[in-house]
């Protein structure tokens, strides 16, 4: 073999080497892409999935009196800015649709024994920012936050003063001075023990929509056996 043949096949070796590498990188540029794209998308629908799991089981149970409610504020529930609470055990499986007024509207009505002490747990899944609360607290409540460190909770006492938290809704019981802030995409627990049986209402008085007001959505009734 001369020094130009060798040189040759030099450079073709080079030529296909080089090919292999450049495959091997878009290859591995893509593969990387994507994955990143999935994680994107379970981050972006993970609340949606956890809401959605964690209702299907829930459909068939029984409307009983039980010790603890369970609510999700849940935004956009009844189509394009009804945002509405709505109880995990009376969901049918259908998203109802608020603005064309068709089917019945979902029952969010809750019924408690009065003397027991009943644990309410809110899961706001709503991200809007859409009031500042101020108040004195009358009723206790926490609030746990999911954070990059973990889940931080922040207790609130009886008589301390709310200043300017950043909230989405209440859960407001106007006959009872029942006035809790729900801060977006938070869980919000407090207990109540009702002593007068009765029916209340309860609902929610940040402007957050046509739901505010609407049975089924950000208005809901509490029977007390
Ligand atoms: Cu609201």
Redesign the pocket.
């Given at each position: 073999m001369n020094d130009r043949v060798l040189l040759s096949v030099l450079i073709l070796t080079l030529i296909v080497a080089g090919a292999s590498l450049t495959q091997t990188f878009i290859l591995t540029a893509a593969v990387s892409d994507q994955s990143s794209h999935i994680d994107q998308l379970a981050a972006q629908f993970g609340d949606l999935a956890g809401i959605v799991s964690s209702l299907v089981p829930k459909q068939n149970e029984a409307t009983t009196q039980s010790n603890a409610v369970y609510l999700y504020?849940v935004p956009d529930f009844g189509g394009s800015t009804y945002?509405a609470f709505v109880l995990a055990q009376s969901f049918s499986g259908n998203a109802p649709n608020a603005s064309s007024r068709s089917g019945t509207p979902p029952n969010n009505n809750i019924t408690v024994t009065h003397g027991v002490p009943i644990k309410f747990v809110i899961s706001n899944i709503d991200t809007a920012i859409?009031q500042n609360f101020t108040s004195q607290v009358s009723t206790p409540f926490t609030i746990y936050n999911d954070t990059a460190a973990g889940q931080v909770a922040v207790q609130y006492t009886q008589g301390e003063t709310v200043s300017n938290l950043a909230i989405?809704?209440?859960f407001t019981v106007p006959d009872l001075q029942i006035d809790i802030p729900?801060p977006p995409d938070t869980m919000v627990v407090f207990n109540y023990t009702f002593n007068t049986p009765g029916v209340y209402s309860y609902l929610?008085?940040?402007?957050?929509?046509p739901?505010?007001g609407l049975s089924g959505y950000?208005l809901g009734y509490i029977t007390v056996t």
């Amino acid at each position: 073999m001369n020094d130009r043949v060798l040189l040759s096949v030099l450079i073709l070796t080079l030529i296909v080497a080089g090919a292999s590498l450049t495959q091997t990188f878009i290859l591995t540029a893509a593969v990387s892409d994507q994955s990143s794209h999935i994680d994107q998308l379970a981050a972006q629908f993970g609340d949606l999935a956890g809401i959605v799991s964690s209702l299907v089981p829930k459909q068939n149970e029984a409307t009983t009196q039980s010790n603890a409610v369970y609510l999700y504020v849940v935004p956009d529930f009844g189509g394009s800015t009804y945002d509405a609470f709505v109880l995990a055990q009376s969901f049918s499986g259908n998203a109802p649709n608020a603005s064309s007024r068709s089917g019945t509207p979902p029952n969010n009505n809750i019924t408690v024994t009065h003397g027991v002490p009943i644990k309410f747990v809110i899961s706001n899944i709503d991200t809007a920012i859409l009031q500042n609360f101020t108040s004195q607290v009358s009723t206790p409540f926490t609030i746990y936050n999911d954070t990059a460190a973990g889940q931080v909770a922040v207790q609130y006492t009886q008589g301390e003063t709310v200043s300017n938290l950043a909230i989405s809704h209440t859960f407001t019981v106007p006959d009872l001075q029942i006035d809790i802030p729900i801060p977006p995409d938070t869980m919000v627990v407090f207990n109540y023990t009702f002593n007068t049986p009765g029916v209340y209402s309860y609902l929610c008085t940040t402007p957050c929509g046509p739901g505010m007001g609407l049975s089924g959505y950000m208005l809901g009734y509490i029977t007390v056996t």
